[in-house]
């Protein structure tokens, strides 16, 4: 997985548009952030809940680890792009991007994966 596939994943959701913040790239639905990238480092991050990063590191501890400090607390997960696989990072960018995306929006893209 590159930070080129993330990028791509990431602007596939609906409304997602890319910004900055920070001095490195963002991902935004609606003006509110749900994910961004390291290119230098080759990391990725996405928004979760707590609960989710659970899950998620759980599920695959070699490719998510919780940012340090009060951030990953909240569920701010790093994702190591290079022991990931397309799937796994689509899932967790669609998890964040459910979070953040507007209820009506949110349901719009359930409808097309179901």
């Given at each position: 997985?590159?930070?080129?596939?993330?990028?791509?994943?990431?602007?596939?959701?609906?409304?997602?548009?890319?910004?900055?913040?920070?001095?490195?790239?963002?991902f935004r639905v609606r003006k509110k952030i749900f994910a961004t990238i390291w290119p230098d480092e080759g990391w990725g991050m996405v928004k979760l809940t707590p609960d989710q990063q659970v899950i998620f590191r759980q599920a695959e501890p070699a490719v998510f680890v919780a940012v340090k400090g009060g951030w990953g607390r909240?569920?701010?997960?790093n994702v190591r792009l290079?022991?990931?696989?397309?799937?796994?990072?689509?899932?967790?960018?669609?998890?964040?991007?459910?979070?953040?995306?507007?209820?009506?929006?949110?349901?719009?893209?359930?409808?097309?994966?179901?």
């Open positions: 997985m590159t930070v080129d596939d993330f990028r791509r994943i990431a602007l596939s959701l609906p409304e997602a548009t890319e910004s900055a913040h920070m001095g490195h790239p963002d909240k569920g701010a997960t290079e022991s990931a696989d397309p799937t796994t990072v689509r899932r967790a960018l669609v998890t964040a991007w459910r979070n953040i995306a507007p209820k009506q929006l949110a349901e719009m893209l359930e409808e097309d994966d179901g």
